[in-house]
Antibody, heavy 118, light 108 residues
């Protein structure tokens, strides 16, 4: 069974940093492109970052470019999101999502909540 | 920057069919098979229900179908059931990936 479990969320002050993790199981992680998608409380979905299967290509939404860094460790079936210079508007549930190869996301984690507040 | 416009809400009675539209401001929706749809129940992660405009993943009910006309993609739910009450999001690639604002489906 495909499973992805995010962790690392929590309460952080504006300007602070957090590192999110997503541990995958039940599939060959190194063969799949991965993404982070977030959802602010009561709001819609927002794609924020993509990484290729080997980690050689990364893309970011304009809202996080220069502040967030996506990475992966294929040996440990893990995806990461380093978030720096956090803002109040970064408050959201952060989901990791597996790319099915057709520009859609067929499996999602349960999400981890990041709250940026003073 | 691309935007995808969805109606904020759609409702229907059990057994009816409803359609949710998703209109793109660029030609990506019309020119590429890169539209997907997601269902999200309250407190749950999104679930892929349509990919590449018209395709259903394995295990998704055939009551869900996708289509496209020009720069507008649509999701139709046939034989509406209580369990279909959820938020629905379209998504398209246009340089990067964009979601529509979401549509809340209410089963009357």
């Amino acid at each position: 069974e495909v499973q992805m479990v995010e962790s690392g969320g929590g309460l952080v002050q504006p300007g602070g940093s957090l590192r999110l993790s997503c541990v995958a199981s039940g599939f060959t992680f190194r063969s799949y492109e991965m993404n982070w998608v977030r959802q602010a409380p009561g709001k819609g979905l927002e794609w924020i970052s993509y990484i290729s299967s080997r980690g050689s290509s990364m893309y970011y939404a304009d809202s996080v470019k220069g502040r967030f860094t996506i990475s992966r460790d294929n040996a440990n079936n893990s995806l990461y999101l380093q978030m720096n210079s956090l803002r109040v508007e970064d408050t959201a549930i952060y989901y990791c999502a597996r790319d099915d190869g057709g520009n859609s996301w067929d499996h999602w984690g349960q999400g981890t909540l990041v709250t940026v507040s003073s | 920057q691309s935007a995808l416009t969805q109606p904020a809400s759609v409702s229907g009675s059990p057994g009816q069919s409803i359609t949710i539209s998703c209109t793109g401001t660029t030609s990506y929706v019309g020119n590429y098979n890169l539209v997907s749809w997601y269902q999200q129940h309250p407190g749950k992660a999104p679930k892929l229900i349509i990919y590449e405009v018209t395709n259903r993943p394995s295990g998704v009910s055939n009551r869900f179908s996708g289509s496209r006309s020009g720069n507008t993609a649509s999701l139709t739910i046939s034989g509406l059931q209580a369990e279909d009450e959820a938020d629905y999001y379209c998504c398209s690639y246009a340089g990067t990936w964009f979601f529509g604002g979401g549509t809340k489906v209410t089963v009357l």
